[in-house]
């Protein structure tokens, strides 16, 4: 039973370019959640999905970043424009419906833009 | 709204010492608590959590941890530390709205030969 797949693990990008991460959840798991962690800080909450819906994106900057979780296929999670300050570890985690028995998280994207 | 604190940003021990990393929460309502491990360059690890069963809860790699709902705390502890041990670790917090965890700013872990 694979874990919470992240790709890519690095991603290196140019200021102005797009990223996209992706994450396929475990099997079973309905629910999906993006967390950014800048350099030396703690895990922030970016972003809730259930398919096709954004149940909570709060934690989303206003501009420029985007999620969606299809019916098919894995989540992403896209940068548009990127700037030096997007550079950071983004993590997936998924659980199953409930969601408050603990989440399994991804091993990450490292984004970092040049 | 839901907080964490983690005293220390870093802390250091002897192998074979006891381990404590503090862990102060803040909730409205009564909250579930977990602690991940995250060793370098890789992603977060559930150690263990505390789901308003037995208030000692024990987790992997001998770690275990303690809610005490006077003191809004959920230190982590070991009593003997290993090399292995050394990783960041992170608290974090789930009200009953099982949206989001909010996590702590985490503490690193050294543990000295």
């Known amino acids: 039973n694979a874990g919470v797949m992240q790709n890519p693990r690095h991603l290196v990008r140019r200021r102005g370019q797009e990223a996209r991460l992706r994450c396929s959840p475990m099997k079973g798991h309905s629910h999906v959640y993006w967390y950014r962690q800048l350099p030396e800080e703690g895990l922030k909450f970016m972003v809730y999905l259930q398919k096709e819906n954004i149940i909570d994106e709060s934690g989303m900057p206003k501009e420029r970043f985007s999620a969606e979780f299809p019916k098919e296929g894995p989540s992403i999670l896209r940068i548009q424009q990127v700037v030096r300050g997007d550079s950071a570890a983004y993590f997936c985690?998924?659980?199953?419906?409930?969601?408050?028995?603990?989440?399994?998280f991804g091993s990450g994207t490292r984004l970092t833009v040049v | 709204a839901q907080s964490v604190t983690q005293l220390g940003s870093h802390v250091s021990v002897s192998e074979g010492a006891l381990v404590l990393l503090r862990c102060n929460y803040s909730s409205s309502v009564p909250p579930y608590l977990f602690w991940y491990v995250q060793y370098p360059n890789q992603g977060l690890q559930l150690l263990l959590k505390?789901?308003?069963?037995?208030?000692l809860v024990k987790g992997i790699n001998g770690f275990e941890a303690e809610f005490k709902k006077s003191e809004t705390s959920f230190h982590l502890t070991k009593p003997s530390a290993h090399m292995s041990d050394a990783a960041e670790y992170f608290c974090a917090v789930d009200t009953n709205a099982g949206n989001m965890l909010t996590f702590g700013g985490g503490t690193r872990l050294m543990v000295k030969p």
């Open positions: 505390y789901t308003s069963a037995a208030t």
């Open positions: 985690a998924s659980s199953p419906p409930g969601g408050r028995y603990g989440y399994t």
